[in-house]
């Protein structure tokens, strides 16, 4: 991945939690951090344990709420009204 930053430990694990929920597209990742959706899935698949990330993608992979296209017209928020805020999550992480 190559970026012209590096991503610092908090923004990796934000990105970690934008990936994970439901709701929140892979445009708002792009929008936020500037990583495309082939970018995020290298993260992901870096940061994460192999069995972790292989659920998420069976999790997400044709979703239709990851891909803002694809969302129909009344969803315009990223993430459910109803979702706990969740910071700094690291239960995924492999170190």
Not at 21 to 34: K, M, S, V, W, Y
Not at 52 to 80: L, P, Y
Request: hydrophobic share 35%; net charge positive.
């Amino acid at each position: 991945m190559k970026k012209k930053f590096e991503l610092n430990e908090m923004q990796i694990d934000r990105i970690i939690e934008m990936a994970w929920e439901d709701r929140t597209p892979f445009d708002a990742i792009l929008d936020q951090f500037g990583l495309k959706e082939q970018e995020v899935i290298t993260l992901m698949r870096r940061e994460m344990k192999e069995s972790s990330f292989r659920m998420w993608r069976a999790r997400v992979q044709g979703r239709k709420t990851k891909h803002r296209i694809q969302r129909g017209e009344g969803i315009d928020r990223f993430k459910c009204s109803r979702q706990r805020n969740i910071s700094n999550n690291k239960v995924s992480k492999r170190r």
